[in-house]
């Protein structure tokens, strides 16, 4: 039986599907693209904007179309799956805690259409290693699950329940099967991993848990997904000093205004965050720092965004991602009153993202002449050019017969042209 698996949204559904995969594939199932017949195609929702849910929506109608068995899962499944369950053709809403039991329903779709089945429990689940399979170079491994803060604007608590992690025993023998699988690079991915080891017996931590890995697998690079600022430990530092992680960070700010940090429930505020981005660039002055911005939440005036807008250019920060505020059900912001006018949302979207369009690319500048650790992606197919991805996050070209997706490699960058930056090979792959 062939199967199609199409994820929309985070780095842990990225993992999830992978597991999907997984499993499957231990249970002689076929997966397949959406363009080779597949005979179900299982969509993996997301719901964290309203952007995300229509593109959800989007996604099941056209696998519909295609005449396979269609089944829903993801957060957008969870929240609201009789909301899915009205769209024709749709076999099966699951929820996120069955998702490891995908087999199981598959062998029980009805063979005749009918409405769809609904199969939703409360989220919170105990976390159980699952299989892994993925046509990715890097591995994402999902370590953690769950939210135990109360961001006013975020619905994703609500989908994933309460935070809890695999154990390190867990974790550990999943980076060596990984390992095993070829993967160079392994990023640890999660809700919210700051929270990591809090639910284990005996407790552990983030930082516990980088120190067991990176001295067991020396020859394996370690990255971090995203990491609340009141939680980073700079204990982390240490480690990305050393090589064995990544000297890239993804620290969300969402605000540049105390006001809107508070009315947001953050739980820090922007002289916190300047300072912790400050004291990481200070000791690792090459790395690569990334954030997330929201703009056009509720009751942000033009003086806030401007303060937002001075915070990011100030800050050594190498690129940021920004959405307009997307109002979410059962969220506290959705009670608001005082909403932004969605033209001036985009525009300040536009400014926002053309600022870090120029911060990427001095980032991008300062790193030629240097060496760095790269693992290949792709084969752009055109003349021995391979594409692959620094350590610290930033994509690069490079000419060389022979390299294969996958590989570990170091390369000295000799160039930043309109079409990205260029390298050239100095050892053989590791």
Same mark, same amino acid.
């Given at each position: 039986m062939k199967v199609a698996i199409a994820t929309l949204g985070c780095k842990v559904n990225q993992s999830e599907s992978s597991s999907i995969e997984g499993i499957l594939r231990e249970n002689n199932f076929e997966i397949v693209q959406h363009t080779d017949n597949p005979d179900i195609v299982i969509v993996n929702t997301c719901t964290v904007t309203a952007k995300s849910d229509?593109?959800?929506r989007q996604l099941i109608r056209k696998a519909v179309r295609s005449g396979a068995k269609v089944i829903a899962t993801g957060c957008y499944a969870q929240l609201r799956p009789h909301e899915l369950s009205i769209i024709e053709g749709l076999d099966l809403v699951l929820g996120n805690s069955a998702k490891h039991k995908i087999v199981d329903y598959i062998m029980s779709l009805p063979k005749k259409p009918g409405k769809p089945s609904i199969d939703v429990d409360l989220p919170g689940s105990p976390m159980v290693l699952q299989p892994y399979h993925s046509s990715r170079t890097r591995a994402f491994l999902k370590i953690q699950d769950g939210c135990n803060f109360s961001c006013s604007y975020c619905a994703v608590p609500m989908a994933r329940g309460k935070?809890?992690?695999?154990?390190?025993?867990?974790v550990l023998g999943a980076v060596k099967r990984l390992d095993s699988d070829g993967y160079k690079e392994i990023i640890l991915t999660g809700i919210h991993i700051g929270s990591y080891g809090l639910d284990v017996q005996p407790k #552990?931590?983030?930082? *516990? @848990?980088?120190?067991? $890995?990176? =001295?067991?697998?020396?020859?394996?690079?370690?990255?971090l997904s995203s990491i609340e600022p009141q939680e980073f430990k700079s204990e982390i530092?240490?480690?990305?000093?050393?090589? #064995?992680?990544?000297? *890239? @960070?993804?620290?969300? $700010?969402? =605000?540049?205004?105390?006001y809107i940090l508070k009315e947001m429930h953050r739980g820090y505020t922007t002289s916190f965050y300047m300072e912790l981005i400050d004291k990481i660039v200070s000791e690792c002055p090459d790395i690569s720092i990334g954030t997330d911005i929201i703009v056009g939440f509720p009751g942000e005036s033009e003086v806030d965004f401007t303060k937002t807008a001075d915070i990011l250019d100030r800050l050594p920060l190498s690129y940021f991602h920004v959405f307009p505020y997307s109002n979410r059900p059962g969220t506290q912001a959705s009670l608001s009153a005082n909403q932004v006018d969605k033209r001036i949302s985009r525009e300040r979207v536009k400014t926002l993202l053309e600022l870090s369009r120029k911060k990427r690319e001095r980032y991008k500048a300062r790193n030629v002449g240097r060496i760095l650790d790269i693992i290949v992606e792709?084969?752009?197919?055109?003349?021995?050019?391979?594409?692959?991805?620094?350590d610290n996050y930033l994509r690069v070209s490079i000419t060389s017969e022979g390299l294969i997706p996958g590989q570990r490699l170091k390369a000295r960058v000799i160039s930043l042209t309109q079409s990205g930056l260029s390298a050239e090979l100095l050892a053989q792959p590791l």
């Open positions: 229509y593109q959800s935070s809890r992690s695999l154990s390190p025993e867990d #552990s931590s983030l930082v *516990h @848990l980088i120190g067991i $890995l990176t =001295s067991a697998n020396k020859h394996i690079r370690f990255r530092l240490s480690y990305i000093k050393k090589g #064995s992680m990544c000297a *890239h @960070l993804h620290i969300p $700010l969402q =605000s540049g205004s105390d792709r084969n752009t197919g055109t003349d021995g050019r391979f594409i692959g991805i620094t």
